[in-house]
Every structure is written in C-alpha cells, then in structure tokens.
T-cell receptor, first 115, second 111 residues
Framework: DSGVTQTPKHLITATGQRVTLRCSPR?????VYWYQQSLDQGLQFLIQ???????AKGNILERFSAQQFPDLHSELNLSSLELGDSALYFC??????????????FGPGTRLLVL | GENVEQHPSTLSVQEGDSAVIKCTYS??????FPWYKQELGKRPQLIID?????GEKKDQRIAVTLNKTAKHFSLHITETQPEDSAVYFC??????????FGQGTELSVKP
C-alpha cells in the first residue's frame, strides 16, 4: 500500500458525460500528479499540482481539468467523454527530498470505461 | 523535446536467467531515474531508483546502472523468478519534478 488513495476504483459512463476522479496523497506530500494509461499504452503525464497550484502540464486535453484543494486532495474532471477516454487514471504523490528530487508513489488507479 | 526511450518492448527469459532493460533519455539536466514494476491492472510500484551522483545501485537481485555521459541507464534482474513477470517502466525526472516514462518492457519469466 503506497498511502495514496483514489476513488472510485471503477467508473462506467456514457459518451458526452462528465466524471470526477478523486485522489488523496500520502500524508505530508504536497505534490499530486495525474497520469492516463490506455490499453497497451505507457503512462502519459497529464498534470501536476504542488500545494494547491498548478506546476506542470503534460498532454492534458482541454476537456479535462484538475485542481488541488487546501487539504491537498485533488480531483480530475473529465467532461464531454469520448470512447477513447476509456483508460486507467492514476494519481501519484511526492514529497521533496534533499537535493530536490522527488519520488512518486502511485495510487491504485481508477478504471474508466466510456460506453 | 523531453523523451525516454526504452528497449526491448518485450523480453522472455527462463527462470534463473538474468534480464536487462535499457533506457536512454534526452534531457541532460535529468538527475533522478526511478524504475517501476506494474502487474496487470495494478498500480506502478517503485522497485529501485538512482540519482545522478552515483553510477550503480543494488538491492538484492535488482541493480541499476547509470551512464550520464551517454545518457542511458539500465535495470538488471538476476536469478529471475516467475513472480518477476510484469511490465517494467523506466523514467527520468526533469526540472519541476515532471516524470517522463519509457514505453515499458513486458518481462515474461518462464518456469
């Protein structure tokens, strides 16, 4: 168990709908990252938040948005869903070690199926 | 641009043999290189990492080597066991903490 929690575990919805995925980081971690993993694909970085502020952006679609709240949990909002959005969505969190490097610990993921 | 290349994409070995997975990165400022193991449908789990101030790190049957000049790093698993079968991802961290992942290597260890 990494200490990162994600809800829900599974989500089935229809095209055009909107969903919200939730992530709670490890205790004390200030950074939260979101990744998308499609079938037979690698891990695609979507976005990073640090202490409530957006810090880095990857290949995140305009239909997707995220935020990090004062209690450091984060939500990823996916709207106008398309079949191709079906994937595993992972959240990871990290603290800051000496020297600035950051070890990321992944949550169990949310499996999204868009029908 | 920021890129991590990983080879091979699939690797099949006999139980007890060694397995080697190689990665190259493009950002010379990268200074932290983790390796993750992902079993089917589960989360990626950190198995070992290396920082740019060392050239090699070992943890039991797993070792990672880093060549900063050539910008490549490798994962070595010795005495492989069937439970080592999984997808392995290398990654390189760049400024700001963004992790760039390789494409993954599906390792199959045959009993």
């Amino acid at each position: 168990d990494s200490g990162v929690t994600q809800t829900p575990k599974h989500l089935i919805t229809a095209t055009g709908q909107r969903v919200t995925l939730r992530c709670s980081p490890r205790s004390g971690d200030l950074s939260v990252y979101w990744y998308q993993q499609s079938l037979d694909q690698g891990l695609q970085f979507l976005i990073q938040y640090y202490n409530g502020e957006e810090r880095a952006k990857g290949n995140i679609l305009e239909r997707f948005s995220a935020q990090q709240f004062p209690d450091l949990h984060s939500e990823l909002n996916l709207s106008s869903l398309e079949l191709g959005d079906s994937a595993l969505y992972f959240c990871a969190s990290s603290g800051v070690l000496a020297g600035g490097e950051e070890t990321q610990y992944f949550g169990p993921g949310t499996r999204l199926l868009v029908l | 641009g920021e890129n991590v290349e990983q080879h091979p994409s699939t690797l099949s070995v006999q139980e007890g043999d060694s397995a080697v997975i190689k990665c190259t990165y493009s950002d010379s400022a990268s200074n932290y290189f983790p390796w993750y193991k992902q079993e089917l449908g589960k989360r990626p789990q950190l198995i070992i990492d290396i920082r740019s101030n060392v050239g090699e790190k070992k943890d039991q049957r797993i070792a990672v080597t880093l060549n900063k000049t050539a910008k490549h790093f490798s994962l070595h698993i010795t005495e492989t066991q069937p439970e080592d079968s999984a997808v392995y991802f290398c990654a390189a961290i760049i400024q700001g903490g963004k992790l760039i992942f390789g494409q993954g290597t599906e390792l199959s260890v045959k009993p």
